[in-house]
């Protein structure tokens, strides 16, 4: 067989654990697959992490009967893992990776790879959650899945519907910018790759895929859900404590507004703010009633004045200030939080002062004293949002901005896992 020197345009990446049973059967179908329907030029990459059995020998006899096979193999366990440092290495232009178990039909794959060879997008992935998707599996499954994906929505305030379904792709020069800064090899390495990729603007595009459960999936449920939870709350606060560069890699690659709205007039700056602040006191008014009903006032003016003030924060930062995507959310929120502490001690100095003035003051009186409260917080609210978490933004980042040890030329991003362990074979053949 000839040895072609043609770098591929796509690299498909297979991360295996000890499959030795059915690697043989779905490494053949999916090439079988690429060669009949995939027209730019692609490989296979197996990326073996720590296989016990037989994947490693398996997987090197299948390069001498298969051309555009490679192997890559890791001597630590983790699919992450083996997805990281298999894309990161890659010299394609788009890399994908894809469970061993084929549980999504490979006829999602080219809508998964169109907006990506032709630069629409920075990310695709397969979602199960969408009306279109068809999906078999146990009630347990999916009941796990569509409750992680939704706690993931509201606490995380992401958009991407599925972010565990194993059938993801990323145009190469992405992948080298973000993979270095998610920190999980194992199962949350997917969810943390989308989170950090949506908080940096990448355009993210989502393929309803057609999708059948592996019944013998060896994936503990337990123990990986408790694994997202912290991973979750690790990112979270990485991500308030600004320690992870998103709006360095947003600067550079990330999809900018077409164009830049004007900023509100002080005027319509107040306007704004004040339609928000009335919408927002009476919706603290009834919540306040509701939670007072069964809890204490301090507790009930606590839990109404927090409920509202994520609200405010996020409807005044797209309304009244103009500030829309992802940049700097999590610090905004942060902030908008501080704010909503320093409003609860106006509110609940007031209610002190008003139990001081009269104990047996009723819910009703407590409400009034509270509701002017409440105004004296919001008008100081709305200087804080203006002076300090909503002023006007810094310039965009350059890469000249970046320092040494956040670039990605040379070694020096590469985590220690990266640059050992393993043999990869890069040999590749062509098709004739």
Same mark, same amino acid.
């Given at each position: 067989?000839?040895?072609?020197?043609?770098?591929?345009?796509?690299? %498909?990446?297979?991360?295996?654990?000890?499959?030795?049973?059915?690697?043989?059967?779905?490494?053949?179908?999916?090439?079988?697959?690429?060669?009949?329907?995939?027209?730019?030029?692609?490989?296979?990459?197996?990326?073996?992490?720590?296989? =016990?059995?037989? +994947?490693?020998?398996?997987?090197?006899?299948?390069?001498?009967?298969?051309?555009?096979?490679?192997?890559?193999?890791?001597?630590?366990?983790?699919?992450? #893992?083996?997805?990281?440092?298999?894309?990161?290495?890659?010299?394609?232009?788009?890399?994908?990776? &894809?469970? /061993?178990?084929?549980?999504?039909?490979?006829?999602?794959?080219?809508?998964?790879?169109?907006?990506? $060879?032709?630069?629409?997008?920075?990310?695709?992935?397969?979602?199960?959650?969408?009306?279109?998707?068809?999906?078999?599996?146990?009630?347990?499954?999916?009941?796990?899945?569509?409750?992680?994906?939704?706690?993931?929505?509201? =606490?995380?305030?992401?958009?991407?519907?599925?972010?565990?379904?194993?059938?993801? !792709?990323?145009?190469?020069? /992405?992948?080298? #910018?973000? *993979?270095?800064?998610?920190?999980?090899?194992?199962?949350?390495?997917?969810?943390?790759?989308?989170?950090?990729?949506?908080?940096?603007?990448?355009?993210?595009?989502?393929?309803?895929?057609?999708?059948?459960?592996?019944?013998?999936?060896?994936?503990?449920?337990?123990?990986?859900?408790?694994?997202?939870?912290?991973?979750?709350?690790?990112?979270?606060?990485? $991500?308030?404590?600004?320690?992870?560069?998103?709006?360095?890699?947003?600067?550079?690659?990330?999809?900018?507004?077409?164009?830049?709205?004007?900023?509100?007039?002080?005027?319509?700056?107040?306007?704004?703010?004040?339609?928000?602040? &009335? &919408?927002? +006191? @009476? %919706?603290? @008014?009834? &919540?306040?009633?509701?939670?007072?009903?069964?809890?204490?006032?301090?507790? !009930?003016?606590?839990?109404?004045?927090?409920?509202?003030?994520?609200?405010?924060?996020? !409807?005044?930062?797209?309304?009244?200030?103009?500030?829309?995507?992802?940049?700097?959310?999590?610090?905004?929120?942060?902030?908008?939080?501080?704010?909503?502490?320093?409003?609860?001690?106006?509110?609940?100095?007031?209610?002190?002062?008003?139990?001081?003035?009269?104990?047996?003051?009723?819910?009703?009186?407590?409400?009034? /004293?509270?509701?002017? @409260?409440? *105004?004296?917080?919001? !008008?100081?609210?709305?200087?804080?949002?203006?002076?300090?978490?909503?002023?006007?933004?810094?310039?965009?980042?350059?890469?000249?901005?970046?320092?040494?040890?956040? +670039?990605?030329?040379?070694?020096?991003?590469?985590?220690?896992?990266?640059?050992?362990?393993?043999? #990869?074979?890069?040999?590749?053949?062509?098709?004739?």
């Amino acid at each position: 067989m000839e040895i072609s020197t043609l770098t591929p345009t796509l690299e %498909v990446v297979v991360p295996v654990n000890n499959e030795s049973a059915t690697l043989e059967r779905n490494v053949r179908t999916l090439h079988a697959y690429l060669a009949a329907e995939i027209d730019v030029p692609w490989q296979i990459t197996i990326a073996d992490n720590a296989s =016990t059995d037989s +994947t490693l020998q398996l997987a090197t006899l299948l390069t001498n009967d298969l051309d555009r096979l490679a192997v890559l193999h890791l001597d630590e366990k983790g699919r992450g #893992r083996a997805v990281k440092r298999a894309w990161l290495e890659s010299t394609a232009r788009v890399v994908v990776y &894809l469970d /061993v178990d084929l549980s999504t039909d490979l006829r999602a794959l080219p809508p998964l790879l169109a907006p990506l $060879l032709s630069g629409h997008s920075d990310v695709a992935i397969g979602t199960r959650l969408a009306r279109s998707a068809r999906v078999t599996r146990g009630g347990k499954r999916e009941f796990i899945s569509r409750s992680y994906n939704f706690l993931l929505r509201r =606490t995380m305030g992401v958009g991407f519907s599925d972010a565990q379904c194993g059938f993801k !792709a990323m145009r190469t020069e /992405v992948a080298a #910018r973000l *993979l270095p800064l998610v920190e999980d090899t194992g199962w949350f390495f997917d969810t943390e790759l989308l989170i950090l990729a949506e908080r940096s603007g990448m355009r993210i595009h989502e393929v309803p895929v057609d999708w059948v459960d592996d019944p013998d999936s060896r994936v503990d449920i337990i123990q990986t859900a408790k694994a997202d939870l912290a991973g979750m709350w690790r990112v979270s606060r990485r $991500l308030i404590a600004g320690r992870i560069p998103v709006d360095r890699v947003y600067a550079e690659l990330g999809r900018h507004p077409l164009a830049a709205p004007r900023p509100p007039s002080l005027f319509g700056q107040v306007v704004r703010f004040s339609a928000i602040g &009335l &919408l927002s +006191t @009476a %919706v603290y @008014a009834l &919540l306040y009633l509701l939670f007072s009903s069964v809890l204490v006032g301090l507790v !009930a003016n606590f839990l109404a004045l927090l409920v509202t003030a994520i609200a405010n924060t996020a !409807a005044n930062r797209r309304i009244t200030f103009g500030v829309r995507g992802p940049a700097r959310l999590a610090t905004h929120q942060f902030q908008g939080l501080i704010v909503f502490g320093i409003a609860w001690l106006i509110t609940s100095g007031s209610l002190l002062e008003l139990y001081a003035i009269n104990p047996t003051a009723n819910s009703m009186v407590e409400l009034i /004293v509270l509701t002017f @409260a409440n *105004l004296l917080a919001t !008008a100081l609210r709305f200087v804080l949002f203006r002076s300090w978490v909503f002023r006007s933004q810094r310039e965009p980042l350059t890469a000249t901005d970046i320092e040494p040890h956040e +670039t990605f030329g040379g070694d020096i991003v590469r985590s220690p896992d990266l640059q050992n362990g393993g043999h #990869r074979n890069t040999e590749r053949v062509s098709a004739s």
